[in-house]
């Protein structure tokens, strides 16, 4: 399936049965220099929308929200070890977790790359 | 809430790409294209150009007349009354740092002192204080400081130009900067334009401030980012440069709570004026001086990598309230989380092993000697 996005730039993308998450490119921008990454536990839960992850970077902290609910499964240590690979791939090689969905209709309410496109511009 | 005024450079800030924010009353750049890091390590590198406009800068002259050195004690002695600052043996064309204190001996703002060199001037002080005080400020002097007159520059904007290049820079322009001593001041031609030049600033390099009016600012800005070593710096990487420093950011590391000797600035007070007394709250600060302050500001370090914002709470090894952290973040070229803040006086020793909770929980940190990158201000000609 194509990538989902969130009004709070995070992106969600599926893989077989599990979502891979991730902040946006215009996320990682506005961000600035990312200095820290705090990520979950493997084995937490969370609904969509609770807080899940922090990102610092070298101007503040501001919380990643979990876009959908589930079970966190994988966690990307690489973006701990180096948080400067978010500004570098944050829509790729720099993912924050893996979660598995425990309602994937949740997917449809977030936005197609086209709408998240022109909320990124405009909202 | 008032409107935010806008600085005399507004239109270069956007042209420049300036992100322009709230701060202190006015919008200012927090940051350019370039990003808070990239200007940060710029500056400490070559030479980096700030637009610190909003800050209050004044003149404060005895009514009993000018022209003397007799006039420059009688101006000195009024300060003297509400800083504890040498300010009376301050010499010609030399400035200093010090701290506007309330009748509790608490800090109201710091501020920069000068005395002019020129003989005409003398019996005059020229002031740099906080924008966010500013008012308050000159409110106060015009208040208390009854044998005095003070007048308000609302109409000049004032330019930083700080980094290891900044006196390469500045003397194409002005040949006698190359060697003015770090805290003086001289009255310039920048191109035939007469301005105020100071070599201070507030990010632990070597640097300059020019004080221009405000209808001259742009071209003097212009002809600085000319030189290819000089870029345009934004509030971002002022607060990080300055922390890194371990600089006072007042409102946050300091505020009327705090007296000097609890925030570490001891340097801000004379030597004779601390044996002397004549300024407010001197029962307070000589009892501290004496006997100790109960809290007071200090360097921690983070073990981890997570940096620790403003009010992030400090606790000790074994869990009991002790501080409160005033500034925090991330130093570029520390490469590092860093911040400040103040301790009780039994956890202030540097190596001191510290608790911050940060969103919540404890992390390790240690207690360390300030500044977190070694001050580089111009000592002066080096003898071959």
């Known amino acids: 399936m194509s990538t989902k996005f969130t009004k709070d730039h995070e992106w969600v993308r599926m893989d077989g049965d599990v979502a891979i998450i991730g902040i946006t490119p215009h996320a990682a921008e506005q961000l600035g220099d990312v200095v820290f990454v705090e990520l979950p536990d493997v084995g937490k839960t969370f609904a969509a929308h609770d807080d899940m992850a922090v990102v610092e970077s070298v101007k503040a902290a501001s919380d990643v929200y979990a876009p959908i609910s589930g079970e966190i499964v994988a966690v990307n240590g690489d973006i701990v070890d180096s948080p400067e690979k978010v500004n570098e791939d944050p829509a790729g090689d720099a993912w924050f977790v893996k979660i598995k969905p425990s309602d994937l209709s949740e997917l449809d309410g977030l936005m197609d790359e086209a709408a998240y496109k022109d909320f990124a511009d405009h909202g | ?384």
Request: hydrophobic content about 40%; overall charge negative; aromatic content about 6%.
């Open chain 2, 1 to 384: 809430m008032s409107e935010l005024k806008k600085l005399p450079l507004d239109a270069l800030h956007r042209e420049l790409g300036g992100k322009m924010v709230p701060f202190a009353g006015y919008e200012m750049p927090v940051q350019y294209p370039a990003g808070v890091k990239a200007e940060h390590l710029h500056t400490r590198a070559r030479a980096g150009l700030f637009d610190v406009s909003h800050m209050g800068q004044g003149w404060l002259t005895s009514i009993h007349g000018t022209g003397t050195d007799t006039a420059h004690v009688m101006v000195a002695d009024l300060i003297e009354t509400r800083v504890p600052g040498e300010i009376r043996k301050l010499g010609r064309g030399r400035i200093r740092y010090t701290v506007l204190l309330s009748d509790e001996g608490g800090i109201l703002d710091d501020l920069m002192i000068t005395r002019p060199a020129a003989d005409e001037d003398q019996g005059r002080l020229f002031i740099v204080v906080n924008a966010a005080v500013k008012d308050q400020d000159f409110a106060l002097m015009r208040e208390k400081l009854t044998d005095g007159e003070l007048v308000v520059l609302e109409d000049r904007a004032l330019l930083a130009l700080q980094g290891p290049e900044a006196a390469a820079v500045l003397s194409e322009i002005i040949p006698e900067a190359a060697d003015m001593p770090f805290m003086s001041m001289m009255d310039a031609h920048f191109d035939g334009l007469p301005i105020i030049l100071s070599r201070c600033g507030y990010t632990g390099e070597d640097g300059f401030e020019l004080s221009v009016p405000a209808e001259e600012a742009e071209g003097v800005a212009r002809r600085l980012l000319e030189f290819d070593a000089v870029e345009p710096i934004g509030l971002g990487a002022r607060d990080s440069l300055r922390l890194e420093a371990g600089l006072c950011l007042y409102g946050h590391d300091m505020s009327g709570a705090e007296s000097p000797v609890e925030a570490s600035i001891q340097f801000a007070m004379g030597k004779r004026r601390r044996e002397e007394g004549g300024f407010p709250g001197y029962d307070r600060i000589a009892r501290e001086l004496a006997e100790g302050a109960h809290k007071v500001r200090v360097g921690i370090k983070p073990d981890g990598r997570a940096p620790a914002r403003e009010g992030v709470p400090i606790q000790s090894t074994d869990g009991h309230p002790i501080g409160v952290v005033t500034s925090g973040g991330f130093g570029p070229t520390y490469d590092g989380p860093l911040a400040m803040g103040y301790v009780a006086a039994t956890h202030a020793a540097p190596g001191t092993q510290i608790e911050l909770l940060i969103r919540g929980k404890a992390q390790p940190a240690t207690v360390v000697e300030l500044p977190f990158v070694p001050q580089r201000y111009y000592r002066g000609k080096k003898s071959a």
